[in-house]
């Protein structure tokens, strides 16, 4: 197909006469596309490659609505309309971005750390006092310390992301979640030396530690599910995963991440993990919502109606 770019970066649109790549194979990905715009465009020196942010219009008569084509190693062919003889490709300076993979490690090591030092306050001030750390404390720091280390090398060796980059400003709304609420609040208050937990059925509730961890691992298992979808399907259009929770919902690893912080608010009975929990919930489910409507019009009719966004027979 012939590729008509309008370049927002330098000129105003509307004095633009597009500039058209010929024959451009539509079975290739949008990071294909971008590097042809940027060689053709000759933006080296002028724009970080990073910055580039590719949208489309085909729609010849309103030109204001654009759709972005926003997941580098998805194919052109699965956008809507992109083939149209209509379409012009919008390419805009989208800001300073940071690596995905970078940013992910930042925003788990803060509750790492903080996770960290308030356990190890809490072990000097007991120690102070030749008294005892409290189990349920100690079960605290291992079930804390499990799902970021975890984050971290599925992070490192596992994900593979849509795109490269993100915006640099998500950086500091993603630290201010992990860090703030979870590190400095949760950890504060759970790991606090005058800890006194809620004894209500507190023997029962230890068996949420085990659900807990089995939670962790169900998640593990469908990062890997999608991992191996991306990877060896090169941005095509595959069949949608159908076990270890996939088969009920959209977003199965949303939920087993949920259902973790679910059974450590059950066992901690604490007013701060439940907020982080609530929080966690309700961002969760807005993604899981959006991908699950994205993936019913990408299979239409294949896709299965009895499957939920989020949470298995219910959301």
Known sequence: ?????INQIEKKEDLLTPTIIKNFDINK???DLKLEIYDKLNLKGKISFNRIGLFYSSNKDDRKKKDALSEDNKQLLYYDNISNENTLIY???IGPQISYKLVYIIEYLGPLFFTLIFFLRLYKVKSSKNENIQTIQLFYFLMSTFHYVKRILETLFIHIFSRDTMPLKNLFKNCAYYWGLYGILCCY???HPNYTPINFLLGLRYIFVMFFFNAEIKNLKCHIILRDLKKYNNGKKAPPPNKDGFEVCTCANYFWEFLAWFCFSIFSLHWSIIL???CGFYQMKEWALKKHKILNEVYG???PKNRKAFIPYFI
């Open 189 to 191: 208050f759970i790991f």
């Open 91 to 93: 390419i805009k300076d």
């Open 301 to 303: 009719d294949k896709y």
């Open 1 to 5: 197909m012939d590729i008509k770019i």
């Open 29 to 31: 990905t949008v990071k």
């Open 276 to 278: 982080f929990t609530c």
